[in-house]
């Protein structure tokens, strides 16, 4: 019910642009965001947007990622740029139908994940 597309391999100082598309009970989430999980690390949060498209950035990607999604609300999309060898994860979509992200936020809807991975 959520599917991501648009990972890959791209060199230090590329972009990126991550897309989840939602189908289903997805479709009534206020809340979807990107979370993110390195080899050997736990899953860190990477940026959301709520119903208002209010954005939240962890500061890792502050000024570098840009979250969006479509009028329909159907499609959100992470635009990532001034790539960094640490940014290398898989790539999580997750949705929720609370009015806003939170750093205690549980979200309900995940999908299954794309690779990033940036070469140095």
């Known amino acids: 019910q959520l599917v991501e597309s648009g990972g890959g391999l791209v060199q230090a100082g590329g972009s990126l642009i991550l897309s989840c598309v939602a189908s289903?009970?997805?479709?009534?989430?206020?809340?979807m965001g990107w979370f993110r999980q390195a080899p050997g690390k736990e899953r860190e949060f990477v940026a959301a947007?709520?119903?208002?498209?209010?954005?939240y950035y962890a500061d890792s990607v502050k000024g570098r990622f840009t979250i969006s999604r479509d009028a329909a609300k159907i499609t959100v999309f992470l635009q990532m740029s001034s790539l960094k060898p640490e940014d290398t994860a898989v790539y999580y979509c997750a949705a929720d139908r609370s009015s806003s992200h939170s750093a205690q936020l549980k979200y309900n809807y995940w999908g299954q994940g794309t690779q990033v991975t940036v070469s140095s």
């Open positions: 289903g009970e997805t479709l009534n989430a206020n809340v």
């Open positions: 947007i709520n119903w208002n498209s209010r954005p």
